[in-house]
Every structure is written in C-alpha cells, then in structure tokens.
C-alpha cells in the first residue's frame, strides 16, 4: 500500500496539538518551542510533496479512497492537483511562522498552539478533499479554532468580531450544504446511488436552471470567505482585533479557501452558470479592488489598512478567476501565494511593531527609520511586493491577471489596473508617516530594531518573494495543466470559447 501522505498530512498537526495539550501547565518555556518544533513536520512532508508531485499533467495525484459513511455515499476520498499542491505548502510554511512570532502570547498559551495546529489540519483538508461532504466537514472545522483564537487572544473587541466571523461564514456555509446534498440527490436520480464524490459530480447533466441556483449556493459561502463587496465587511474587524498569527492565517490562508472553491466546484460543476454570471462577478471584483484600496488610504489604524488592502487583492483574484483565460486563472492562483506570503508578512511587520508600541495608530509613530533601520528596510520591501514592483512576487500575479482579464474583460482590466496605482498610494504613504522624516515622539526614540529571532522568522518570506518574482516558472508549472484542465470543462460544457493566449502572455507565463 502506498504512503497515505495526504492523511497524515491531515494528522500530523492534530495529533500535535494533541502533544502540546500533554505538556504541563505550569512548563509555560515548553510550550512554543514544542509547539514550533512539532509544526515543522508538515513542512517537510509538504516538501516532499511538492518535490514528487508529477508535472505536466492536469490529473489528481496521490489519491486516498476509503469508506466513510456507505449508507450515505460519503467517502474519505483525497487527492491534490497543481492549484491545491501550491495552497498546501504555502499553510505548512505560515503556520510555524505563526507560531513562532507569537512569543507576546503567554495566557492559556498551550490552547493558543493547539488551536493553531487543528487549524493548520483543517485548511489542508480543504486543499485535499475530494469528497463533496468531506469538503463541507473541513470547511466548517476551520470555524472553531479560528473563532477562539480571535475571540480569547484578541483585542479589546475580540469576542464581537469572532461572533461577527463565525456567524458570517457559517450562514454562507449552510445554502452551500444545501447546494451539496441537493448534488447527491440529483446524482441518484441520473445514476441510481448517492454519491458526494467529486469525480461523480463532474459527470452530472444539470439544466441551467438547476445550475444558476446551485452556483449561486456555492458562490455565497465562497464570496464570503474571499470576501468579495459588499459581503467583506466581517474582515477588517476580523483583521485588527486578532493576534499577529490569528490575522497572518486568516489573510494567507483561510481567505484562499473562497477562491480556491471557486476553482474547484464552480467553474467546472456549473459551467455555463458561471459563464453566465461573468458580468455580476467581474463587476463584484472590480468594486472591491477600487473600494478596498480607497478605504485602505483613509485608515488611521495600521492593522486596518493592510486589512483592507487584502479586500482589494482578493479582487484581482477573483477577476482572473472569471476572466476565463489561460493567464487569468495561473495568474489568480498564483497571487494567491503571492498574497498569502505578502499579506501575512505585513501582519507579522505590524505585530512586532505592536509588541513594541502597544498601539497600530498610524499617528503615534514617525521617522521609525532612525531607530528601527532594519525594521523599515523589511516593512518597504513588502510594501514594494505588495504593490506589484516588477522582480517581486506580486508583478507576477497582478500582470498575468491583468493580461488575461483584458482579452475577454477589457474594460473590467482597465479600471482593476487603478488599483495598482491605488496601492502605492496608500502602502507608500503610510511608508512615509510612520518611518520616515524625524522622530516626533519620545516613545518611538527606544524602540529597538529586529532581533536575530524576528529576522530568521521573515527571512523565509522574503526568500520565497524573491524566488517566485524572480523565477515564477517554479510554481507556474505547477499550476498550468490544471487551470488548463479547469478551462476545457467550462469550454466543453458551456457555449464558452476561451482565448487563444497573447504572445506577452506566454514570455510572462515562461518566465522570460
């Protein structure tokens, strides 16, 4: 039998938060240092995933099958293509990162890692599953841990926002198991048997009606995980009253598990629905691209701005998700990294700060260069990611959706391409007025720069920032069969025609 390297990919982080619940109470020192170490594991069997994933081919790999419920059709059923492989390794490497910029946490600390852990296995079981109901179960799993980590280790408003959270994604969730197990019942009626297996769904005759109503089940609940405006409104009070590695998780990951179910389910199970609802989806991404970045300029609080921020990143996602192009959707999975990697690395920036200052408001601070050189060298360095500066990870991503949203969605590309310039506006000026000039506050003349400990935790960012600006062929290859597999379903059924892709395209996508 061969290694099950998806279930134990599962397992590993559940069974150590398990672990660190053992560890005595009172060995507070043991608790993130265990926890840490033990969250390196996933790291190393991601590695080798990512290392054996066969590319070239648009087919599952290292598919698991077993019974789970027969009665109800429902099975354990894994497996991962190049859009989740990616997704994969990307939570295995935040999570330690997490964990290990979380020293300021110290109350019910052993909780704290073990919530940490459940969610890391609960996000990989997202990326995994390849039964429909399974999907739900991790889907909703997530919720929990999410929710206590900003309710009890948050700020002042924690528990509002982590009620906000969680009623907010669970509403969305239950018409999306309404969706499912409406896909079960229809399976039995063409087939004979219940089945929430993925594969079995692909071969269902829907009526466009039938698809327009279930599109619209799973849209809700993935548009309120990206989220997409106006359902975005959770985020921001999400954002700023979590802890450091609560809002890193949340940004670079947990907000992916909308647009990777877009990819998933909607584009391939609701084909035509989808083409249908282009125009709704394109506009919806546009206005959060122009409005997060609009509302990210007037912020005074710095956690909020690179909250807000994400609302208008998500946005060029989902644009070249619905552009239905070869470039549009390599380029939204791999901002999807990208912004996983930059987003987060900005929480992690803004949380030091806070550790220092006790305070994210933009105005307390000023020439931070002086005392915190190294601080801000790093601070800019995402900012310039984040912005899309060309030879960092965020060019990529942005120009590829670019590029591939204008062949099908020409105006859309137009006015999403304001949000580039948008963002500089808002990261660089909040650059200027906490970091640069003199220093005008007394507080901010001792606060001391990066420690060896807080560099060797950003340093893996930046490398990886570099890496994929540099040379993007390392994940493109990646994801290119896939995409192109998730673009021949929509064209076969659905009376959608994709574009012939650009010559520009093609030197981006190649790395040249």
Do not use: C
């Amino acid at each position: 039998m061969d290694f099950p390297i998806l279930t134990v990919l599962i397992l590993l982080p559940a069974a150590a938060a398990v672990i660190v619940m053992l560890l005595p109470e009172e060995r507070q020192e043991l608790h993130l240092p265990v926890g840490v170490a033990l969250s390196l594991a996933p790291v190393a069997l991601g590695g080798l995933l990512f290392y054996q994933f066969e590319r070239g081919t648009s087919e599952f790999q290292f598919v698991e099958r077993a019974s789970w419920i027969p009665q109800l059709g429902i099975g354990w059923i894994l497996g991962v293509d190049g859009i989740s492989v990616l997704l994969i390794v990307l939570t295995t490497i935040l999570v330690p990162i997490a964990l290990a910029a979380s020293t300021s946490i110290t109350d019910r600390s052993r909780l704290f890692i073990a919530m940490t852990l459940l969610l890391e296995a609960g996000l990989i079981g997202v990326f995994v599953a390849l039964d429909l109901f399974l999907f739900f179960v991790f889907f909703e799993v997530i919720l929990v841990p999410m929710a206590f980590i900003i309710g009890i280790w948050g700020s002042e408003n924690r528990v509002y926002a982590a009620v906000k959270f969680f009623i907010y994604t669970a509403s969305g969730s239950a018409l999306m198991l309404a969706g499912i197990i409406a896909l079960a019942f229809i399976h039995r009626s063409q087939f004979g048997v219940l089945s929430f297996a993925y594969s079995d769904m692909l071969a269902l005759d829907l009526s466009l009606t039938t698809q327009r109503w279930l599109f619209g089940a799973f849209a809700l609940a993935f548009a309120i995980k990206v989220p997409i405006f106006p359902l975005h409104t959770w985020l921001p009070d999400a954002h700023v009253q979590a802890p450091t590695a609560g809002s890193v998780l949340l940004a670079g990951v947990l907000l992916k598990m909308g647009t990777y179910g877009f990819l998933r389910f909607n584009l391939p199970l609701f084909s035509q629905a989808t083409v249908d609802f282009v125009p709704v989806m394109a506009v919806l991404a546009v206005v959060g691209i122009i409005y997060g970045a609009a509302v990210a300029i007037v912020q005074h609080d710095l956690k909020r701005l690179v909250a807000y921020s994400s609302v208008s990143h998500l946005g060029f996602i989902v644009l070249g998700i619905f552009a239905l192009t070869e470039q549009g959707l390599q380029g939204g999975v791999v901002q999807m990294v990208n912004h996983g990697l930059t987003t987060g690395a900005l929480f992690l920036l803004v949380g030091m700060l806070y550790d220092r200052r006790h305070t994210k408001e933009i105005s307390e601070f000023g020439g931070l260069a002086n005392t915190m050189p190294i601080f801000a060298g790093v601070f800019l360095f995402m900012a310039f990611a984040s912005i899309g500066l060309p030879g960092l990870n965020g060019f990529v991503g942005e120009f590829l959706i670019l590029i591939g949203s204008y062949s099908t969605l020409p105006v859309y590309a137009i006015l999403a391409a304001s949000g580039v310039i948008l963002a500089a506006i808002y990261l660089l000026w909040a650059y200027e007025r906490v970091f640069t000039g003199p220093v005008t506050k007394d507080e901010n003349r001792a606060v001391r720069d990066l420690g060896a400990r807080e560099i060797a935790i950003l340093a893996p960012l930046v490398a990886l920032i570099i890496l994929l600006g540099v040379y993007p062929k390392i994940a493109l290859d990646v994801i290119e069969p896939s995409t192109q597999a998730v673009l021949d379903r929509v064209e076969a059924t659905s009376d959608f025609e994709v574009p012939a892709v650009g010559r520009v395209a093609e030197l981006a996508r190649s790395g040249e």
